[in-house]
């Protein structure tokens, strides 16, 4: 008698797999010799595997499944994250057709570590069991740190590689124990078991073992989504990675962490929040705090992201405190639009770091107004939207959060952010007014490139002449940044567009929101 | 053999290689550290696993092996490439970013 | 097509107009923006029949109130903001007055403003405002309906202060956008009162579950609807919100003609025509509305009698006018408040646009003590001034004379206290046909004036250095101020044609509804306000024949008042004003309305501010308050910076310390 082959769910897996069987063909196409194939080949194949997935995860759309022992969810929450990724790895790739860290790295390599971090976090945002969590996360967190440091000419990078990775690490490792302490604790390492074991077992929720393990895993996930005081690495990795890099990581390691936060806390421990409630309501005033108030001061945009990062890490941590439907919608509904306003941002920034000699400093964007409104333009609406200023989609995003802490009794919560947005406002109009108000600013004739700009090797030749004769008066170098300026004006388009018409956007967030089961 | 006794055990090992990582400078070494507190995590999940007489700890355990060989390697290349630009392998010295 | 689909392209055209003109201003030559700002309001204006010939297509009722969205707008957290438009006889009939009037005004525009510098601009403004008033009146719930109000506030702050670098324009400006947001605030708030207990923004779904969820005057309700009326009188010019009006002439005169006299203004009567069920469920409510109609009608007639400026005194008959019409619909007499509405938006455009002509003869002067004699030069202007000044004084035929005593009829009829409203309403009946024909016979009648000569003459006078008519300052002809050319009627037929068609509306629309004869507005309306407790009332015929002889006699009797004051003996009015001078300080001086406003409330908050801003802020807004945080946040950002340091084992450290942190809770939370 032969053993019955398990079932396997294709269809449910079929975004999962083309990611695999893409990142092989991407690896491998990179090893061809053909200059041209390395170049614009490889980038092409990551978006065609990029766009199946994508194409993959709408057709996906509605479904909900438990698929491989009940391990890996197919729900509408897990294919909305999974869209989130794929826009955020396309604009990864677009971003980095001119970059050097391919170049430096290898085409094949570098685009093939991005698959296998969009495929980590596929199968984070989708984990239904201890085990896939840890899985994802290492999935979607080893491959970036390598691609932190793929710019191998640039201490910086690697700098920010290293520190990455040793920081991530014991990360992971402190969300490791804190796991299998849950695991001893209950025996189970399926999400439904552990919920069952959790309310039927009378005592369990205060076992020490579970609190260890629930502490841990806090501090582990704080540390993944940059919540403060876990937040350390974050500044530093975001400045030192190559632009493209930091946009992904920005964008698509916050939804895949918080989609594993909600699926974690809000069902498995979820009768344990009394214990975890709390806790992740201080961290989440602690980012706000921490990250408007460091924001404040930075003058290089990749750093004052960052620290944004870290007090929009604590918004979205505020919807989880609240642990309803609501507050999954309203935490789906400002990942797409974090993820947005931060692409737009995070383009112009590449654009300006291969136009001018200052690198991501603030003064890239001095005179940005008159000079390049293609490139202002998506620049202010990111910023404002980011200080959540009405017509933009910021505003939507934090108003709906706003409503889902207060709904869910977190008033306080709600007051936080309200206060954190003015702080904000601070710097994000900073931005703003360098653009607008300022003049271009013309660097000294023998002042040689900064240490801070690019440092790619085209931009460091191409700044020599300059140096010598002076014949440009501008520093802006006729370079074009056709598919930089793309991508800012296309998401700069979309937060306006869902600033003022939000209920499509608001439509998927409510499927997505309602794929948990919470009331 | 109580539990607690592998716990202990464990939670030594880990804490060991927490104070690896805050005390060492090199690299090598930290990541070292960094296996130790992986495999103190493995340890807790065996003993776990045996407590409660099922095998997800153990599956759970064997995946951690994989992942934590991943990780040495990945920072292996990564110290190689800053060996190569001729920066000091200490992280002590790697503190251009900051602020 | 249905009649939503015309709702839809009724507002289509305007926008379509107002971005045309807005984006193309720079290429447009000649007079093509007007043309086009024209062209798109008379297509509104067409559709706008289309939407009445579908609608009266339709049998039953129900059937004709129709509801479409285009758009769900936001439909989250328990609010239901969608861009829905409501078609109903109310509705239809509103955009039929506003886009009519509108587009006759549009086409009077096109010349009387064509040497102005900012002529595209205006257009622009224009259609910008027809747009907004449409929306407002199809507006399907609160939300659009707020959306459209707060536009057409802004669109008449732009208008008002078209002239900007005319200070009285700006301040004007500023004075009406002032209390036109009090008037909003009024109605987002009472809004508010509404949707907190009916749970949805929708008008037919909330005026449904009116009777279910409020009791009769229940104090929410009252609350609420005396807050919509906040917002229904800033928006009328009614007392006490009503000082901004008159200061509104500031703006060009069609704007005076269609803003401020023909459509926005009569928002008000409309708001509380569209909220009728909420307003019987508190008729507290509605009787203060009453109330507040009665009196502007009556203050504003008499401040009329005195007032020397041309273009006021029509301000001040049109805030007495509406006074009529929201006493009407305040006290149940919802479509002859609304046939007054209409007349009134005939024959007040048409006096506007008459004074407009004049003024232009006058080369921009608008002093009535510095007119006279134009009868001969411009026969055509007096003869629509006489036509408007007898609709607007009530003289049968004309149209005024049955909306008026419509609304007096049914006032009277409810008897009880309103008895005082009617007889307050004939007593200002008569002061308007005096300060009416006061009016005329000073602009028209007497000696000629050098102006009138020199048109007498076939030239038209032209100022040697234009000035600013309120002030005396010199001005020029540049943007921002007055263009150099003057048009009048006589002389152009677009403006010819507007106040022909106009004059012709204002004289026979009163046979749309006379008593026993026709019912052709009541019967339209119907369907809208069939739920209404007032709807089938029949006041008796010895009321009603009363009525009319009284408004006839009423109205004659102050024309040959005013004749025999201003005409045969031109002497007497010095000596009335100096034998009842307290009257007639109080008329002139306005009630001392912005007196009264300047001390208790300009004053004492311009005093309270520059206290909080002398002492306030300096010592405890930037000391303490501002000093404080502001250090906090400054102290905070260095710290955090500094832990920032770069070095990666203070960075594991921190995160090991986390972990004891969040241990130590525990422990101290189990414990």
């Not at chain 1, 009940?70 to 929450?77: E, N, P």
């Not at chain 1, 642990?323 to 920034?349: H, K, S, T, W």
């Not at chain 3, 309306?525 to 008796?540: I, K, Q, V, W």
């Not at chain 3, 502001?630 to 260095?638: I, L, W």
Request: net charge negative.
């Amino acid at each position: 008698m032969t053993p019955e082959a398990p079932h396997i769910d294709w269809a449910g897996l079929s975004p999962i797999v083309a990611l695999t069987a893409g990142g092989i063909v991407v690896l491998a196409a990179g090893l061809f010799r053909g200059a041209w194939l390395r170049r614009y080949g490889v980038p092409l194949l990551t978006l065609l595997t990029l766009g199946a997935t994508a194409g993959l995860s709408i057709w996906q759309w509605g479904e909900d499944k438990a698929i491989v022992s009940r391990a890996l969810a197919v729900d509408d929450l897990a294919m909305f994250l999974n869209l989130l990724f794929c826009a955020g790895a396309i604009a990864a790739v677009v971003l980095a057709l001119r970059d050097s860290s391919p170049e430096e790295s290898g085409h094949g390599e570098w685009h093939a570590l991005l698959i296998s971090s969009v495929l980590g976090m596929t199968v984070l945002a989708s984990a239904q069991n201890l085990v896939v969590v840890f899985l994802g996360f290492e999935l979607l967190s080893i491959p970036l740190y390598v691609m932190c440091a793929t710019n191998l000419r640039r201490s910086k990078s690697l700098e920010s590689g290293l520190k990455y990775l040793i920081v991530g690490s014991v990360g992971s490792a402190t969300l490791l124990y804190g796991l299998a302490m849950i695991y001893g604790a209950t025996g189970a390492t399926g999400f439904e078991q552990i919920a069952t074991a959790l309310s039927s077992q009378a005592g369990l929720i205060d076992d020490p073992l579970t609190l260890t393990g629930i502490g841990l895993i806090v501090v582990g996930f704080c540390f993944k989504v940059s919540a403060a005081p876990f937040h350390q690495w974050t500044p530093d990795v975001y400045e030192g990675a190559p632009t493209p890099v930091t946009a992904f990581m920005a964008v698509a390691t916050k939804a895949a962490a918080f989609g594993a936060f909600v699926r974690l806390f809000d069902v498995a421990l979820i009768d344990a929040a009394t214990n975890w409630s709390p806790l992740l309501a201080a961290v989440a005033v602690a980012s706000i705090v921490v990250g408007n108030v460091g924001a404040l001061t930075q003058t290089s945009l990749k750093r004052l992201l960052a620290w944004s990062s870290i007090a929009q890490a604590g918004y979205m941590l505020a919807a989880v405190v609240v642990a309803d439907r609501e507050g999954v919608e309203a935490l789906a509904f400002y990942l797409a639009v974090y993820l947005v306003m931060n692409l737009a941002a995070f383009a112009v920034i590449v654009a300006r770091e291969r136009e001018t000699p200052f690198g991501d400093d603030i003064r890239s964007l001095a005179g940005l107004g008159a000079s390049r409104p293609a490139l202002a333009w998506p620049m202010t609406l990111a910023m404002l939207s980011l200080a959540g200023i009405p017509a933009t989609a910021g505003f939507i995003g934090k108003f709906t959060l706003i409503g889902a802490t207060v709904d869910g009794g977190y008033t306080w919560l709600g007051v936080a952010i309200v206060v954190g947005s003015m702080l904000s406002l601070y710097y994000y109009l900073r931005v703003v007014a360098a653009m607008w108000l300022s003049d271009v600013p013309v660097p000294a004739a023998r002042e040689p490139v900064p240490a801070i700009a690019g440092g790619s090797p085209e931009l460091d030749a191409a700044a020599d002449p300059e140096d010598g004769a002076g014949q440009d008066a501008g520093p802006d170098r006729p370079v074009s940044q056709a598919e930089a300026t793309a991508v800012a004006v296309l998401f700069g388009a979309a937060t306006l567009f869902f600033g003022i018409l939000p209920s499509p956007l608001f439509d998927l967030a409510r499927d997505a929101g309602s794929a948990l089961g919470l009331l | 053999m109580d539990i607690g006794w592998y716990l202990a055990v464990s939670a030594l090992v880990f804490c060991t290689g927490a104070g690896g990582v805050l005390v060492r400078r090199n690299p090598l070494v930290i990541l070292l550290c960094l296996e130790l507190m992986l495999n103190a995590a493995n340890l807790a999940l065996v003993a776990f696993a045996r407590m409660h007489g099922s095998g997800d700890g153990q599956i759970f355990a064997l995946i951690v092996m994989v992942v934590a060989a991943c990780e040495v390697t990945i920072g292996l290349g990564v110290i190689v490439a800053i060996h190569r630009r001729r920066l000091p392998v200490d992280v002590d010295e790697l503190r251009e970013l900051r602020g | 097509m249905s009649p939503t689909t015309w709702g839809w392209l009724v507002l289509a055209f305007p926008l379509a107009g107002t971005v045309a003109v807005a984006l193309g201003w720079r290429a447009l030559p000649g007079k093509l923006p007007g043309w086009i700002g024209t062209g798109a309001v008379f297509a509104s204006f067409a559709c706008a029949v289309g939407a009445l010939l579908s609608l009266e297509g339709r049998e039953g009722e129900e059937a004709k109130t129709v509801v479409s969205t285009a758009y769900e707008y936001a439909n989250t957290l328990g609010v239901d903001a969608n861009l829905t438009i409501l078609v109903d006889p109310l509705s239809v009939f509103m955009i039929l007055v506003v886009s009519g009037v509108s587009a006759l005004i549009h086409l009077y525009s096109v010349i009387y403003m064509w040497e102005d510098r900012g002529y595209a601009r205006f257009f622009a403004y224009l259609n910008f405002f027809v747009f907004s008033m449409l929306l407002l009146v199809l507006a399907g719930n609160f939300f659009f309906l707020i959306v459209g109000w707060a536009f057409v506030g802004a669109a008449s702050y732009f208008l008002i202060s078209f002239w900007y670098r005319r200070r009285t324009a700006t301040r004007a400006g500023i004075k009406a956008f002032v209390m036109n947001v009090i008037g909003d605030v009024g109605l987002v708030l009472g809004t508010y009162f509404v949707f907190k207990h009916v749970g949805t923004l929708d008008f037919v779904a909330a005026f449904e579950k009116v009777p279910d969820e409020f009791a009769h005057n229940d104090g929410d309700l009252v609350a609420g609807c005396i807050l919509l009326l906040v917002g229904a009188v800033a928006k009328s010019a009614q007392i006490p919100l009503h000082t901004w009006l008159p200061d509104a002439m500031e703006g060009p005169t069609p704007v005076s003609a269609l803003i401020h006299a023909a459509t926005m203004v009569t928002a008000g009567v409309y708001l509380i025509a569209r909220m009728h069920p909420l307003f019987e469920q508190a008729p507290a409510a509605a009787d203060v509305g009453a109330i507040l109609g009665c009196a502007t009608l009556f203050v504003a007639a008499t401040i009329a009698l005195t007032q020397t400026d041309l273009k006021r005194v029509i301000a001040y008959s049109t805030m007495s006018q509406i006074g009529y019409m929201i006493m009407g619909v305040s006290a149940g007499a919802y479509a002859a408040g609304l046939f007054h509405l209409m007349t009134h938006a005939f024959f007040k455009a048409l006096l506007f646009m008459a004074a407009g002509s004049v003024i232009a003869a006058m080369a921009g002067i608008q002093s009535l003590d510095r007119m006279g004699g134009f009868r001969r030069s411009m026969p055509f202007t007096f003869g629509c001034f006489v036509v408007g000044g007898l609709a607007l004084a009530g003289v049968p035929p004309f149209s005024g004379f049955f909306s008026k005593d419509e609304i007096l009829l049914l006032v009277g009829d409810r008897g009880g206290w309103h008895w005082i409203l009617y007889a307050v309403g004939y007593v200002s009946a008569f002061l308007t046909a005096v300060y009416t024909f006061r009016m005329i016979f000073r602009a028209f009648l007497g000696d000629s004036v050098p102006e009138a000569r020199e048109l007498e003459g076939g030239h038209l006078h032209h100022a040697e250095t234009p000035v600013n008519p309120m002030t005396g300052e010199e001005e020029d002809t540049e943007v921002g101020f007055p263009g150099p050319g003057h048009f009048i009627a006589e002389r152009e037929w677009p403006m010819k044609t507007a106040m022909a068609i106009l004059a012709v509306g204002a004289t026979v629309l009163g046979v749309l509804q006379i008593p026993h004869v026709t019912h052709v507005i009541d019967s339209f309306l119907e369907p809208t306000f069939a739920g209404s407790e007032f709807a089938h009332h029949e006041p008796s015929d010895g009321l009603i024949a009363f009525g009319l002889v009284l408004g006839t006699v009423l109205a004659l009797a102050g024309i040959a008042l005013a004749w025999f004051l201003w005409v045969r003996r031109p002497e007497l009015p010095a000596r009335i004003r100096s034998g009842l001078r307290p009257l007639y300080e109080l008329s002139f001086n306005k009630w001392w309305f912005d007196e009264l406003y300047d001390r208790t409330v300009v004053r004492p908050s311009r005093a309270v501010g520059g206290f909080f801003r002398e002492r306030f802020e300096r010592w405890v807004i930037d000391g303490a308050l501002v000093g404080g945080p502001t250090g906090a946040v400054r102290g905070g950002s260095a710290f955090v910076r500094a832990i920032q340091d770069g070095y990666l084992r203070v960075y594991a450290g921190l995160l090991v310390l986390g972990v004891v942190g969040v241990a130590l809770y525990f422990l101290i939370v189990s414990a």
